[in-house]
C-alpha cells in the first residue's frame, strides 16, 4: 500500500544554533530523518566511525522524552549506539562528550516557550558550525527520500509521523552529571565561596540541582527558590517582568550575596546583585573575561559597546555575527593565529573557552560551547578578589546600559524568514558587501574583508547610503529624541549608532519567529525608551514597508479617494530599451500620448512595481507610493487578506505591458519558484524579484508578431540543426540509452550544494559560507525535489536536448546566436492572436507590437546577444527541455454573445473578446480585486453606480476623456461608437474551476479627487467617458477595444478572477 494518508511534515531548520521548531512538527519521524542525517554526516567527514556511541540528553520539556526516544532510535537505525544521559544541562552533556572524544545530541528549546522544542548537534570537538549545515543536509535529503519512498506497511512510522510502537530509552549514565560537577569542584577551591549567602532560582532550569550542588561544593550557603513543575521560559536576554520581582523580593528577604539562575537548559547565565539588580549576559562576561585572564575575546555585535570600552586596552576583542557557531569560528581563527587565552560570549552570558585555563594549579579544560556555571563563579570570585560587594563591582563597570526585547509574529519559520530578510534588506545598502558605514563630511565605508574606503561625494554609491540614511531619519526616527545617524553596522541585522552614542539593533531570530530589538544608550531609562519605541513603533512600520517617500501625500488626497473608491486614471511609464520604436511618432509614445518622447520607446508598463510604476493623473504621482501612503489605501487598492500577506511588499501583483519590437529581443526564459529566490539571494542586482514570472501575449495590430517560443519537435530538430541526429545517435549509442549517463556531466543541476559550486564558479560570484549554508538549509529540499523530478519524467531523447543545448550555449557569441534560432520554434500571430509563455520555455520576440500580462515579477534570465547578463547556467536549471509546437489562442464562443474567450485554461485565466454595438453594454463586479482597462480603439462610457460621481471631465485635456483606468467595485462599459465593431476588445479574467482556498484579493478605487486634492471637488457627472487617452480624436474607428486585467499573486503563488469576477487561489503545485 501507499502512503496517501500520511501527513505531509514539516520540515525542521537550523537557527542560530541547532534545529528548532514547534513541538506538533517535531513528529517521531522529522526527529528520527534529520538525526539520521546527521550521523550519516559524520561518519561521512570521518568524526566518528559506525558502532560509536553518541550521548544523548534533554532539558525538562514536556515533549524532550519522545523526541529523545525518536533521536535514540535514529542514532542506532545509523548503526551508532545511543547512550541516555538524562536530564542534564547542554554544557554538561557537550563537555562530558568533548572529553570523551564522542559526538552528543541534546534534545532542548533552551530559553523558547514550551510549545516549541530544539535538536542540538554537537560533533566530538564542539557545536555543529554553520559550514557543517548543508552536508548535513544534503545526508538528510538522502534518508528523507529513502523513509518516504517506503511503503505502509515497510515503515514503522504511523500516517501521523509517530512510531507504530512504543520504545523506550535505555538506562541513564549519571557520570556526565558528575564529570561536570567535578569540572569546576577540582579546579576551584572548596572555600572558595565560604560565607556568602547565594539565592539560587530553580524554576525549570535543567541544571538546576548541578548548579546548588556546584555551590555548596565552593563553600556558598545556597537557597533553593521558585523551583517549578511546569517550564518556565526563561530567558536572559529578554527577561520578564515577573522573574525580576521574584528576584527583587528575594533580595529583600535573605539579603544574599548574589541571586543566581540559568535559561531552561542551563547555558545562559543569570546574575543579580544582593539587591535583586540584574547584570545584563554581555557585561557579565566582561567579569569573566577580567579574572580569567584572557588575552583574546569574540563577542557578538550586539553586545553593550561598554565591552569594547572595559576590554580594549587588555585584549585582543572582535565582534561576529549573532549565534554561537559564529562566536565559536571566531575563536578558532584566534587559536590558529597564536591567542593563548582565547573566550568568547554571547549578550546572553552563555560564556565559552577555546583555551585551557590554570587556575590554582589546574587545569580549567577548554569549553567551546556555550556554559553557565564559569562565568556566575568568576564574577563570584572577582568581587571576592577586589573585596567588594557585587553591586560596587558592577557600579565600576563604564556606565553605559543596554536593552533588549522582542516582537512575535503569529506566522511560521519559512514565512518569518521571507518577511524578516526584506525588513532587513529595506534598511540596508543594496551592496551587500558593505559590513559598515559612517558618516561625516564624507562617508567611510568598512567591507566585510576588512578594506576600508572614503567615498566621494560623487560617488554613486555615497548618495545611495546618503539617500538610506535620510530616509531612516525621517521616517522610523524622527522623534526629536533621536539625533542625526553617525554609523550603521550591517554584521548581522542592522545596528545603528546616533551622533549621541544612542545605540538601537534590529535582528530577526533565527530559531523562531521574533524579531529582537537591542539598544544602547548613557542611562537605563533611554536604553529602555529606544526598545519600546522599536518594538511598538519602529519594527511594525518596518513590516509594512514604508520606507519610501510615500508618506508625504497629502491627508486631503488620501480623505477624497476613501470617499469614493472606483476609478484611479492611470499614466504608463516607457521603458526605453533599444529594440524599441524611437521617437515621437513611435507606436507606443503615439499610443498612450506623450509627445516629447525622443528614446527609444520598447514598452509601456502598467502597474505599480518599482522599477516603472504608472503615474496617477493628473499629478502624476507614483501608484506605487500610494499604495503603501496608508493602511486605509492599501486595504482598498490591494483588498483585506493581500494587504496582511503584502506587508512588506505593497504592489499590485500584476504588470500591463504594450510592446513594441523593432529588432529581435535576446533569448530568455523565468526561472521556476525556488531558483528565482536563489537567484535573488545570490545576485539581486540581476534578479531584482524572487518571485514566479507567468506571462501570455496578444498581436494587436494587423501586420502581427513573430517570435520564438518553445523547442521544436524532435524530428524538425533531427532537419533543422545541423548534426543534431549524428550526434543523437552517437550518444544513444555510447550510453545504450541510459539517461544516467548521457547526464554524468550534468548531475550538479540536480543537487543544490553542487550547483551552487558550479554557479558560483561560472559566474565569478562570492558568497560566504554562511550565506551558502543557509540557501542550502532553506532551499536544498525544495531544488533537489523540483529538479530530481523534472529528470525523472525526462525521456531519453529530453535528457539529450539538456546536452545538446548546453553544448550550444558554450559556442562563441557570433556562433551561438544563429544556433540557438535553429532549436525553436518561429511562431507568427495574426491581430487578436496570443499565446502562453510558460516560464520554463525559451522564447524571444522578434518583431510585432503586441500587448503582455505577466505576474509582477522582473527576473529573466538571456542567452544569446544582449547588452545585459547573459547567465547559461541558470537559463539551463530553469528549461523543461520539452519537444512540441505552442498552441495559439483562438477565439471560441461563450454564453454571451458579446464575449468570445480567447483561452480559458482550468485554474488559469480566461481572455476574452468583447464585442458590442452601439449603445450596447456589458456589466461586471470586481469583489475584492481590480481590473485594468486599457482602450485600444474607439470609446465607451464606463459608469460606477455604487459610487456615483467618479471623475470631473473639465480637469482633463482639451478632449474630456480618459484611461487607461484601474476599476473597482460594480461598472458597466458602453459602446459609444456610432456603427457595429469590426474589431472588439479584449478582456482578460481569472478563473478557478473548483473550490480552491481563497487567501487573498485585489481591488481598485477611485482617485478621481485626487484632482482636485488641493481644492474643491465638483462633481460633473456620474460617468467618465474613455478612449486612447484622448489623443487622437480626429480617428473615425467604429470600434472599442479594452484589455481588463486582473490578478492575485504571492510568492510562488498564482490565483485569478473567475468568471464572475471574484476571487480564488490556486495552490503551488
Known amino acids: 500500500m501507499g502512503r496517501e494518508n500520511f501527513i505531509k511534515p514539516v520540515q525542521l531548520r537550523f537557527g542560530t544554533s541547532g534545529l528548532r521548531g514547534l513541538v506538533e512538527s517535531m513528529t517521531d519521524m522529522e526527529c528520527y530523518i534529520n538525526t539520521r542525517g546527521f550521523v550519516d554526516y559524520l561518519i561521512a567527514i570521518g568524526d566518528i566511525k559506525t558502532e560509536d556511541v553518541i550521548y544523548l540528553a534533554g532539558d525538562l520539556r514536556f515533549s524532550t522524552e519522545r523526541i ?56 566530538k570537538e564542539g557545536e555543529v558550525l554553520k559550514s557543517d549545515e548543508p552536508g548535513i543536509l544534503t545526508h538528510v535529503a538522502k534518508i528523507r527520500k529513502e523513509e518516504y519512498a517506503k511503503t505502509e506497511e515497510e515503515t514503522i512510522f504511523d500516517e501521523k509521523g509517530m512510531f507504530k510502537k512504543p520504545i523506550s530509552l535505555g538506562p541513564v549514565n549519571s557520570e556526565p552529571r558528575k564529570f561536570y560537577i567535578d569540572r569546576y569542584l577540582q579546579v576551584f577551591s572548596k572555600d572558595s565561596l565560604k560565607g556568602k549567602k547565594i539565592v539560587f532560582y530553580q524554576h525549570s532550569a535543567v541544571g538546576r540541582d548541578i548548579a546548588v550542588e556546584i555551590l555548596e561544593g565552593l563553600g556558598a550557603q545556597v537557597i533553593p527558590a521558585g523551583r517549578s513543575d511546569a517550564f518556565i521560559p526563561v530567558d536572559t536576554e529578554a527577561i520578564r517582568e515577573e522573574d525580576l520581582k521574584l528576584v527583587k523580593n528575594w533580595a529583600d528577604q535573605y539579603n544574599p550575596f548574589a541571586v543566581l539562575s540559568t535559561d531552561g537548559d542551563s547555558d545562559r547565565p543569570w546574575l543579580s546583585d544582593e539587591n535583586g539588580r540584574f547584570l545584563r549576559g554581555d557585561m557579565l562576561g566582561v567579569l569573566a573575561a577580567k579574572y580569567l585572564g584572557a588575552d583574546f575575546a569574540a563577542v557578538p555585535v550586539s553586545s553593550n559597546d561598554a565591552v569594547d570600552t572595559e576590554l580594549k586596552e587588555t585584549l585582543n576583542l572582535t565582534k561576529t555575527r549573532i549565534g554561537s557557531p559564529h562566536v565559536i569560528k571566531a575563536m578558532l581563527d584566534a587559536f590558529d593565529n597564536g591567542f593563548k587565552k582565547v573566550v568568547g560570549w554571547e549578550v546572553n552570558g552563555g560564556f565559552l573557552t577555546q583555551t585551557d585555563f590554570q587556575i590554582n594549579g589546574e587545569p580549567l579544560k577548554a569549553l567551546p560551547t556555550r556554559d553557565a556555571i564559569l562565568p556566575l563563579i568568576c564574577a563570584l570570585l572577582l568581587a571576592i578578589k577586589e573585596k567588594k560587594t557585587l553591586s560596587e563591582l558592577i557600579d565600576a563597570l563604564p556606565e553605559r546600559f543596554t536593552q533588549a526585547d522582542r516582537i512575535k509574529f503569529p506566522i511560521g519559520m519559512h514565512e518569518f524568514r521571507k518577511k524578516s530578510g526584506k525588513i532587513i534588506e529595506s534598511i540596508s545598502p543594496e551592496d551587500k558587501n558593505i559590513d559598515q558605514a559612517y558618516f561625516d563630511d564624507l562617508i567611510t565605508i568598512i567591507y566585510k574583508e576588512g578594506e576600508e574606503k572614503v567615498l566621494s561625494k560623487e560617488e ?3 548618495e545611495d547610503l546618503r539617500i538610506k540614511k535620510k530616509q531612516l531619519e525621517e521616517i522610523y526616527f524622527n522623534s526629536p529624541e533621536f539625533k542625526p545617524i553617525f554609523g550603521m553596522i550591517f554584521t548581522d541585522g542592522v545596528r545603528i549608532i546616533f551622533k549621541n552614542n544612542d545605540v538601537i539593533h534590529f535582528r530577526p531570530s533565527g530559531n523562531a519567529p521574533e524579531f529582537r530589538c537591542y539598544s544602547n544608550a548613557n542611562t537605563q531609562e533611554r536604553a529602555d525608551e529606544i526598545v519600546t519605541m522599536g518594538i511598538t513603533e519602529i519594527i511594525p512600520k518596518m513590516e509594512k514597508g514604508l520606507i519610501d517617500e510615500s508618506l508625504a501625500w497629502p491627508d486631503d488626497a488620501v480623505k477624497n479617494f476613501l470617499k469614493n473608491p472606483s476609478f484611479i486614471d492611470i499614466k504608463p511609464q516607457i521603458a526605453d530599451y533599444n529594440w524599441g520604436g524611437k521617437g515621437k511618432k513611435a507606436f507606443i509614445p503615439d499610443f498612450i500620448g506623450t509627445t516629447d518622447w525622443n528614446k527609444f520607446a520598447a514598452e509601456a508598463w502598467y502597474g505599480s512595481h518599482p522599477k516603472l510604476p504608472s503615474l496617477i493623473e493628473p499629478l502624476l504621482l507614483p501608484l506605487n507610493e500610494f499604495i503603501c501612503c496608508n493602511d486605509e489605501i492599501a486595504r482598498a487598492i490591494l483588498g483585506e487578506r493581500i494587504f496582511r500577506i503584502f506587508t512588506y511588499r505593497r504592489t499590485l501583483p500584476v504588470i500591463f505591458k504594450i510592446l513594441d519590437a523593432q529588432k529581435p529581443l535576446s533569448i530568455q526564459a523565468h ?71 548521457l547526464l554524468g556531466d550534468y548531475e550538479y543541476f540536480f543537487d543544490l550544494d553542487k550547483f551552487l559550486e558550479v554557479y558560483l564558479r561560472t559566474r565569478k560570484l562570492t558568497v560566504s559560507r554562511e550565506i551558502r549554508g543557509e540557501l542550502i538549509n532553506q532551499y536544498a529540499e525544495e531544488f533537489n525535489a523540483f529538479m530530481q523530478d523534472k529528470r525523472n519524467k525526462w525521456t531519453f531523447k529530453e535528457a539529450f536536448l539538456l546536452v545538446d543545448f548546453a553544448q550550444a550555449l558554450s559556442k562563441p557569441e557570433e556562433e551561438r546566436d544563429e544556433i540557438i534560432d535553429k532549436y525553436l520554434n518561429r511562431i507568427y500571430l495574426n491581430d487578436g492572436q496570443g499565446i502562453l509563455y510558460p516560464a520554463d520555455h525559451p522564447h524571444s520576440d522578434i518583431s510585432g507590437k503586441f500587448i503582455e500580462v505577466m505576474s509582477s515579477g522582473d527576473d529573466t534570465i538571456r542567452a544569446g546577444k544582449t547588452t545585459k547578463l547573459v547567465d547559461i547556467t541558470a537559463l539551463l536549471a530553469s528549461l523543461s527541455f520539452k519537444y512540441g509546437k505552442a498552441d495559439v489562442l483562438k477565439a471560441q464562443p461563450t454564453e454571451d454573445a458579446h464575449i468570445e474567450s480567447l483561452i480559458s485554461i482550468p485554474e488559469l485565466f480566461d481572455l476574452q473578446s468583447i464585442r458590442l454595438n452601439k449603445e450596447e453594454k456589458v456589466e461586471g463586479e470586481v469583489k475584492d480585486g481590480f481590473c485594468m482597462l486599457i482602450v485600444m480603439k474607439g470609446s465607451i462610457k464606463a459608469q460606477a453606480p455604487k459610487y456615483g460621481a467618479c471623475l470631473p471631465l473639465a480637469t482633463r485635456r482639451a478632449n474630456p476623456t480618459i484611461g487607461p483606468l484601474l476599476i473597482l467595485n460594480s461598472y458597466s462599459i458602453t459602446s459609444l461608437e456610432p456603427e457595429p465593431p469590426s474589431y472588439a476588445c479584449f478582456c482578460l479574467k481569472f478563473i478557478k474551476t473548483k473550490e480552491v482556498k481563497a487567501i487573498s484579493t485585489y481591488c481598485i478605487s477611485d482617485s478621481r479627487s485626487l484632482i482636485h486634492s488641493h481644492g474643491p471637488v465638483k462633481k460633473v457627472t456620474s460617468t467618465v467617458v474613455i478612449n486612447n487617452c484622448g489623443i487622437k480624436k480626429k480617428r473615425k474607428e467604429s470600434c472599442f477595444t479594452f484589455l481588463c486585467v486582473g490578478l492575485i499573486y504571492s510568492t510562488r503563488t498564482i490565483g485569478f478572477i473567475s468568471s464572475s469576477w471574484d476571487i480564488g487561489f490556486i495552490s503551488p503545485r
Open 671 to 741: 526561472p521556476w519558484g525556488g531558483l528565482a529566490a536563489i537567484l535573488n539571494i545570490l545576485d539581486s542586482k540581476n534578479y531584482p524579484d524572487a518571485n514566479l514570472k507567468i506571462e501570455a501575449q496578444f498581436a494587436i495590430d494587423k501586420e502581427g508578431m513573430t517570435m520564438l517560443n518553445g523547442f521544436k519537435p524532435f524530428e524538425e530538430l533531427k532537419s533543422d540543426v545541423p548534426g543534431f541526429e549524428q550526434r543523437y545517435n552517437e550518444l544513444l549509442q555510447r550510453t545504450g540509452g541510459k539517461k544516467g549517463i
Open 460 to 462: 554613486p554609491l555615497a
Open 68 to 123: 529523545m526516544i525518536a533521536v535514540a532510535k535514529g542514532i542506532e537505525d545509523s548503526g551508532s549506539k545511543a547512550e541516555n544521559c538524562g536530564r542534564i544541562s547542554s554544557p554538561a552533556l557537550a563537555y562530558y562528550a568533548m572529553q570523551k572524544g564522542k559526538a552528543s545530541i541534546m534534545i532542548t528549546g533552551s530559553h523558547i516557550p514550551e510549545d516549541r522544542n530544539g535538536i542540538k548537534y554537537n560533533k
